[in-house]
C-alpha cells in the first residue's frame, strides 16, 4: 500500500494560517530566510495618505504576481522555506522547548523554562549611562564581541537623526554601534531584516537582540533547518515585552492630547506608565490604559512575554531601576553570564532581592498566554489549574 504524500508546508499554509489569522506578529523570519527572494516586508507603522487600512501592519506580504498574494509558484514547487521559519506556525513551542530543552515547559512555567533568574547591570559607568536599566545588553554585547562568541549584532536604531522615534533594524559591529542602539523604543523593529547587511559585510557569528516573538526565530529555524540563517544566529538576547504600538500613537495621542511632540523626546520608558523625558528637561507620564488603543495588531495575541526561547531574556521591571530582571535559559546564556560576573564586566544580585519583580514577570507572562486563541494549537496557552478555595 502505498502511503500518501507528505503535505509540502508553504506560504500558503503560512499565509491563511498565520499571516491573516491574527497570529503573525511580524518578526519576519519567514522573509529571512526565503531562498527565493519573493516575501517582502511592510514596516508602516503609522496611518499615511496612501494606505490607511494597513496602519501597523508589519507583515510580510508575497511579491510575486503570477499565482496571487496568498501562494507561492516556489512553494508549489516544493519549497517550504517559510513555514520552517515562522514560530507562530502550528507547533512552533513545543518544537522548540524540546529543541533546547530537552522537554516542553509546565503549565506553571509560564514564564518559560530557566536556569537562574538574577538582578543584573553594566559595570562600565558609560555602558550603564547609556543603556536602559543598567545597560545590561549593550554590556554582553560589547564582552561577546571583545570574546570572539559573535562579529556583530542584530539591534535597532531610530531612523534619520532619531527625532522620528521610528525604531528601524541594523548592525552593530563595534562597541560605538552598540552603545548608538542603547536604550528602549516601544514602536516595532523586526532586527531580523539587518541579517542581509550583517551578511553582506562579512559577519558570520551573530547576535540577534528582538523582541519575544523575534527572539523565537533563530531556534525554530535551527530545529525545522529552515536553510542558512540557522547557522549565523550564535547568540540569542530577548527582550520582556507585553506589547508594541504603532508609530501613530505619537500624534495621535502624545502630541494631540498632551502637545509632546516627538522631535523635543529624549528618552521613553515603561514602568507602569509611559514615561517621557522631554529635551528640555521636563518629564511626563501616560497612563498606559490611555495607550492600548494603539497596541500593534501583531501583539494582541501573542503569548509570550518573557522571551522563553533566548538563551538570555532581560527586562527593566520591579522595584529598581537601574537593574535588569535576567532570565538565563541556556547553557551558552549561564556560560556567558557567569563569565562576565567573574571578570567585572557586570554586576549580579540574586533575583530574590526583587520578589516584586519576579512576582510582575509571571503575571504578565500569564497575561499573555490568555491571549493565545483557542482554534489555534494548545501550547502555548496551557496555564496551571486553578487552586480550589
Known amino acids: 500500500m502505498v502511503g500518501m504524500p507528505r503535505e509540502v508546508l508553504q506560504w500558503k499554509h503560512l499565509y491563511s494560517e498565520v499571516v491573516t489569522s491574527g497570529l503573525c506578529t511580524g518578526c519576519a523570519g519567514c522573509v529571512v530566510a526565503c531562498p527565493h527572494d519573493v516575501l517582502g516586508y511592510n514596516d508602516d507603522g503609522g496611518p499615511g495618505p496612501e494606505r490607511p487600512s494597513e496602519r501597523g501592519s508589519y507583515k510580510p506580504f508575497h ?16 519549497c517550504t522555506s517559510c513555514t520552517r521559519a515562522c514560530p507562530r506556525f502550528r507547533g512552533w513551542e513545543t518544537e522548540i522547548d524540546t529543541h533546547l ?5 509546565l503549565p506553571e512555567e509560564v514564564d518559560g523554562i530557566s536556569k537562574d533568574i538574577i538582578l543584573a547591570r553594566a559595570a562600565d559607568p558609560k555602558v550603564h549611562e547609556l543603556g536602559q536599566d543598567g545597560g545590561l545588553v549593550s554590556a554582553i554585547l560589547i564582552w561577546a564581541l571583545e570574546h570572539g562568541y559573535i562579529d556583530a549584532a542584530l539591534v535597532s536604531y531610530l531612523e534619520g537623526d532619531g527625532t522620528s522615534w521610528k525604531a528601524i533594524p541594523g548592525v552593530a559591529r563595534n562597541r560605538e554601534e552598540i552603545l548608538a542602539a542603547a536604550g528602549s523604543r516601544y514602536t516595532y523593529s523586526a532586527n531580523t531584516m539587518a541579517y542581509a547587511e550583517a551578511v553582506e559585510g562579512g559577519a558570520e557569528k551573530l547576535a540577534l537582540v528582538g523582541m519575544s516573538c523575534q527572539s523565537s526565530v533563530p531556534p525554530v529555524m535551527t530545529v525545522r533547518k529552515a536553510g542558512k540563517p540557522a547557522r549565523r544566529f550564535v547568540l540569542n538576547i530577548g527582550l520582556l515585552c507585553s506589547k508594541t504600538f504603532d508609530d501613530a500613537i505619537f500624534e495621535e495621542l502624545f502630541e494631540a492630547k498632551y502637545g509632546l511632540h516627538k522631535q523635543d523626546m529624549v528618552k521613553m520608558n515603561i514602568k507602569g506608565v509611559f514615561q517621557i523625558w522631554m529635551r528640555n528637561g521636563d518629564y511626563h507620564e501616560v497612563p498606559l490604559k490611555e495607550c492600548h488603543a494603539w497596541t500593534r495588531e501583531g501583539c494582541k495575541l501573542c503569548p509570550d512575554f518573557a522571551a522563553e526561547h533566548a538563551d538570555i531574556s532581560t527586562g527593566g521591571i520591579g ?13 551558552l546564556g549561564r556560560e556567558i553570564m557567569v ?6 564586566t557586570i554586576e549580579g544580585r540574586p533575583g530574590d532581592d526583587d520578589p516584586g519583580a519576579i512576582a510582575l514577570l509571571r503575571k504578565l507572562s500569564a497575561r499573555s498566554r490568555k491571549r493565545w486563541p483557542e482554534t489555534a494549537v494548545p501550547a502555548p496557552g496551557l496555564m496551571p489549574a486553578p487552586v480550589a478555595k
Not at 68 to 78: I, L, M, R, V, Y
Request: proline share 2%.
Open 63 to 78: 511579491l510575486e504576481e503570477e499565482l496571487g498574494p496568498d501562494n507561492c509558484t516556489h512553494g508549489e514547487k516544493g
Open 339 to 344: 563569565k562576565m560576573l567573574q571578570d567585572g
Open 101 to 105: 530543552f530537552g522537554r516542553t515547559r
Open 319 to 331: 522595584a529598581f531601576n537601574d537593574w535588569t530582571l535576567t532570565l538565563i535559559r541556556t547553557d
